[in-house]
């Protein structure tokens, strides 16, 4: 099975910046797909950025420019580097992994606020 632990969540304001960590530990396939998903208060759990073994990513329209999404392999670890952030950036953002079915992380809260 596989474990993901993030961090990095925090208060920040408009503007601002943060980065977000995942270690992925248990038994994992570098051939793997990582990636970040965010949820905020009643909405649905949705896509901000996906990476593949490719280093190809893909991000959301609304985090394109602004947000980053990075892994390193040695350290079964992915990163998201947000900046210029906003309000609705607001979310609980969750790591996950897909390597023969979706693995999620307990999530770590961003606000954005002044």
């Known amino acids: 099975q596989v474990q993901l632990v993030e961090s990095g969540g925090g208060l920040v304001q408009p503007g601002g910046s943060l980065r977000l960590s995942c270690v992925a530990s248990g038994i994992i396939f570098r051939s793997n797909t990582m990636g970040w998903y965010r949820q905020a208060p009643g909405k649905q759990r949705e896509l901000v950025a996906v990476?593949?073994?490719?280093?190809?990513?893909n991000y959301a329209d609304s985090v394109k420019g602004r947000f980053t999404i990075s892994r390193d392999y040695a350290k079964n670890t992915a990163f998201l580097q947000m900046n210029s952030l906003k309000p609705e950036d607001t979310a609980v953002y969750y790591c996950?992994?897909?390597?023969?079915?979706?693995?999620w992380g307990q999530g770590t809260q961003v606000t954005v606020s002044s």
């Open positions: 996950t992994v897909n390597q023969g079915g979706d693995f």
């Open positions: 990476i593949p073994r490719s280093g190809v990513a």
